[in-house]
């Protein structure tokens, strides 16, 4: 256990920043998902809903450090070039 008080500090801070990280990433790949099962369906109109709703996920993932800004802008490539396929 920490003894100094800005190392209590920063264990904390750490903990919050780690649930917060943790759920925006769920968030995306809950996103990313959905998007994925809308484009195997067929249903052009709610894969590109979900499409958007993906982008916008993995953009403030990316913008927030949650995730790198290549891995989103890599993964959003391939959810749009899958959707522009069907």
């Given at each position: 256990m920490a003894?100094?008080?800005s190392a209590k500090?920063?264990?904390n801070r750490n903990a919050k920043r780690q649930r917060i990280n943790s759920d925006r990433l769920s968030a995306v790949?809950?996103?990313v998902k959905k998007t994925r099962s809308a484009i195997?369906?067929?249903n052009?109109?709610?894969?590109?809903?979900c499409f958007r709703a993906a982008e916008s996920a993995l953009m403030a993932a990316a913008g927030k450090g949650t995730i790198h800004k290549k891995n989103a802008s890599r993964k959003v490539s391939?959810?749009?070039a899958a959707l522009k396929k069907m």
């Open positions: 003894n100094i008080a500090t920063r264990i790949r809950t996103a195997l369906t067929g052009k109109e709610v894969a590109q809903t391939r959810l749009a």
